[in-house]
């Protein structure tokens, strides 16, 4: 079995008990889908976003409505597949009315689920995708993203680039260009990783 058969199978195993999971509040305020990722599990480069919208929980696949579809193009006008990279979110279920996760539901979903999502797939480079992400991902709720984005923080041993999230840029186009040079950033981490 490749490494990338392995990896799927271990977060498939990880997924397994959670189909059904009610640990934080998410669970019972209306989810229909547990939105776990998508993508390559071997991945150099992940990313992961605030939570599930109203399209990604009626799919069950991570960034697929509008902020998704902006995601994919930022992808290819960087000349990159979005099934060569691993997409999920901090917390797996939709928060009512879209709102920001609670650092409770996001400390939960994080540890029962995106320590481990990371540790199996282990990418190089992680890039966050809005406010609520890097606050989530590094515990620190008071993070501005218009302070932060663009500049180098580490989870564990792993590279994170916060960037804005696509939906952020849907509503302030000018910025596109500014999530284009922070994926752009990412892929040169890769490329370029620390001696």
């Keep these: 079995m490749n490494e990338k058969a392995f990896k799927?199978?271990?977060?498939?195993?990880?997924?397994?008990?959670?189909k059904k999971c009610i640990a934080c509040p998410l669970g019972t305020l209306g989810r229909k889908s547990i939105v776990f990722g998508q993508g390559n599990p071997d991945a150099d480069l992940m990313f992961i976003g605030e939570g599930p919208g109203q399209e990604e929980d009626?799919?069950?696949?991570?960034?697929?409505g509008r902020s998704g579809q902006l995601l994919n193009r930022v992808l290819e006008i960087i000349g990159l597949k979005r099934e060569n990279v691993f997409i999920t979110n901090i917390v797996k279920c939709r928060p009512p009315?879209?709102?920001?996760?609670?650092p409770e539901?996001?400390?939960?979903?994080?540890?029962?689920?995106?320590?481990?999502?990371?540790?199996?797939?282990r990418p190089q480079v992680i890039c966050t995708l809005g406010a609520a992400a890097i606050q989530g991902l590094l515990n620190k709720y008071d993070l501005k993203i218009t302070k932060v984005?663009?500049?180098?923080?580490?989870?564990?041993d792993t590279r994170v680039l916060p960037t804005y999230?696509?939906?952020?840029?849907?509503?302030?186009?000018?910025?596109?260009?500014?999530?284009?040079?922070d994926v752009k950033t990412a892929?040169?981490?890769l490329q370029n990783p620390p001696k």
Aim: glycine share 2%; hydrophobic share 35%; charged share 25%.
């Design 8 to 18: 799927q199978q271990l977060l498939d195993a990880l997924y397994l008990p959670y």
């Design 149 to 156: 984005r663009g500049n180098e923080y580490t989870y564990e």
């Design 165 to 181: 999230h696509p939906a952020y840029v849907l509503r302030n186009p000018k910025e596109l260009q500014t999530l284009v040079k």
């Design 105 to 121: 539901e996001s400390m939960t979903c994080k540890d029962l689920l995106l320590k481990k999502q990371i540790q199996i797939i």
């Design 97 to 102: 009315d879209n709102r920001k996760p609670t």
């Design 58 to 64: 009626l799919q069950g696949v991570p960034f697929v």
């Design 187 to 189: 892929i040169e981490w």
